[in-house]
């Protein structure tokens, strides 16, 4: 792997089914990028509280919607329109990351499938999860990314590798590792200065997830 001087561009990104975010580290400044499932729904009108963050973040993140369309009239189809998902996905997230850094030198930082507990969602989670993989490695080479285990991320923030998101957000604000550049980051003073309501907190722990990653990146 390239010495970490050498890197000027680094990449976190925190995958789930409805929420993938992003954090980049480039020249000592953060940003943050969320994806998300907009439900086919009119997100910024909403009053529902699982758009509230993304109301919020507005002008603070990126936010990028979109619509997973998943079919259940049958199994195959059912398969077939969650694959057709996982692409759109893919596609969207990778393309993104190729307009922000083009040819510039970056590496990238995914969370590793946690094989505690399997179920459909985990499932789901691990197949959208590949899309995502294959999209990168085509666009990126597999020498610029780096998989990180579940456990690794949350210890390197929290200091415990079975950290709850309450117990992580926690230690973002409190900059429990004492990164200068992420108290300049708009997003991370946003969550210092306002009181959170973790019922609803989305996309806030994916994004302190995907900064998680990112930190682990130097440890590899």
């Not at 009239?73 to 993104?96: C, F, G, P």
Request: net charge negative.
């Amino acid at each position: 792997m390239r010495e970490e001087s050498e890197i000027m561009i680094k990449i976190g990104i925190d995958y789930s089914l409805i929420s993938p975010a992003i954090c980049i580290y480039k020249d000592g400044e953060y940003s943050f990028i969320s994806f998300f499932d907009d439900y086919g729904k009119d997100w910024k009108g909403s009053k529902a509280k699982t758009f509230q963050y993304h109301q919020k973040l507005s002008g603070i993140i990126e936010l990028n919607p979109y619509t997973r369309e998943i079919e259940k009239k049958d199994y195959v189809e059912e398969q077939r329109s969650k694959m057709r998902a996982a692409k759109m996905i893919a596609n969207k997230i990778s393309n993104r990351l190729v307009e922000l850094v083009g040819d510039e030198d970056v590496v990238i930082g995914l969370e590793g499938f946690s094989y505690g507990s399997i179920s459909s969602s985990t499932l789901d989670l691990a197949m959208f999860n590949s899309f995502l993989r294959i999209k990168l490695l085509e666009d990126f080479g597999e020498d610029c990314l780096v998989i990180i285990s579940p456990t690794e991320g949350k210890k390197n923030l929290s200091g415990k590798g079975n950290a709850k998101k309450e117990d992580m957000i926690q230690a973002f604000i409190n900059n429990r590792i004492n990164d200068p550049d992420i108290e300049k980051c708009s997003f991370w003073k946003f969550c210092k200065e306002n009181e959170l309501d973790y019922k609803n907190i989305k996309p806030i722990d994916d994004l302190v997830d995907a900064y998680s990653i990112l930190i682990s990146i130097n440890k590899v």
